[in-house]
Every structure is written in C-alpha cells, then in structure tokens.
C-alpha cells in the first residue's frame, strides 16, 4: 500500500508521508488550521425536523 496525499492548501500530490509532513512544516507553518480540515466545496449538513 502506497501514501497518497493532496495537499488541501496548494493541492500539490505527495506520494512520502515524510515528504507531506516537512512541506505542512517548511511551506504552511503560518496556515490557519481551518485551512487544512475545511473543504470549500463541502456540503454542510444540518438536521431536518420531522413534521
């Protein structure tokens, strides 16, 4: 199994965790934590009430 991961601030692929981790810590250690845990295009869920 290999590591796959997009950056959610740049969107730049990562295929070494390692990697991954030192580019969060060198290029978005002043990045708001929203940033990395927020998806602008997610759908925002609420509960209906039952009439």
Known sequence: MAF??????????FSSLLDYTLHIKDSHSKAHPEEFVSN????????????
């Not at 796959?4 to 692929?13: A, E, G, I, M």
């Not at 602008?40 to 009439?51: G, L, M, N, T, V």
């Open 4 to 13: 796959s991961k997009t950056c959610p601030v740049c969107k730049q692929d």
């Open 40 to 51: 602008k295009e997610e759908i925002k869920w609420s509960f209906r009430q039952q009439d």
